[in-house]
């Protein structure tokens, strides 16, 4: 069984896990507490070397890095249509993917950091001004589609959903941006969608 090392606050961690349902496979949550500094550890640091979560082990294979880990369970347990595989669509995909390193580790989860976890080293006028900048793209992207690319959803999706989501977080209002937030909703009525705190199951009607 495919084992999850993360931390129920980490939106890189809910990404795989978000996955690993989206993909109904079964999995072991391993916590690292890494507001104990579990993730120093000789033992975690030789997953990995970079002392963050989240980290999958698949029988032998150890994968760092939630893009990556995103990438590796469509393409080995996926079908084609969460990654797929031509030149141009996975150049698409690969864009976002990008995208959550840059942009949105730049603005949104850095403001949650700065507020939620108090990281008070961050310039949190920055975050900011770059969490409105990529808001305002994806509102503009989305307000003429459904998913971030092609007629349904890919990893792009799930790699940009968490941060995006857990913007509030970071004393970011969502309200401005209604396509980015109905784009939400649309994610949260994927089968097997799970929950974190601060991303809740919509409200049953
Ligand atoms: N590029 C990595 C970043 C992972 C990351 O920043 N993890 C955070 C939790 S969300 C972490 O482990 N932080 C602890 C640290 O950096 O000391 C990914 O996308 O998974």
């Known amino acids: ?35 104990k500094g579990e993730h120093q550890t000789p033992q975690f640091l030789a997953l990995n070397p970079f002392g963050q979560v989240p980290v999958i082990v698949d029988e032998d294979f150890v994968l760092a890095d939630a893009q990556a880990i995103l990438v590796y369970l469509a393409s080995q347990y996926g079908n084609e249509q969460w990654f797929p595989q031509d030149a141009k669509s996975l150049a698409l995909v690969m864009r976002w993917l990008s995208t959550t390193a840059g942009e949105i580790r730049q603005g949104p989860e850095s403001a949650r950091l700065y507020h939620l976890f108090k990281v008070t080293s961050i310039n949190i006028e920055r975050a900011k001004q770059r969490a409105e900048y990529i808001l305002n793209q994806l509102n503009q992207h989305l307000s003429t589609r459904q998913w971030l690319e092609f ?55």
Do not use: C
Not at 4 to 27: A, P, Q, R, T
Not at 155 to 172: C, E, H, N, Q, T
């Open 1 to 35: 069984m495919i084992k999850l090392y993360g931390h129920e606050l980490s939106g890189n961690s809910y990404k795989v896990k978000l996955f690993l349902s989206l993909l109904d496979i079964e999995y072991e949550w391993l916590k690292i507490d890494l507001l």
């Open 151 to 205: 007629e349904h959803p890919t990893i792009a999706d799930v790699a940009v959903f968490p941060y995006i989501s857990l913007a509030p977080d970071g004393k970011i209002d969502l309200t401005p941006y209604p396509h980015v937030l109905a784009w939400i909703e649309r994610i949260k009525t994927l089968p097997n969608f799970v929950e974190m705190s601060g991303i809740a199951k919509p409200t049953q009607v």
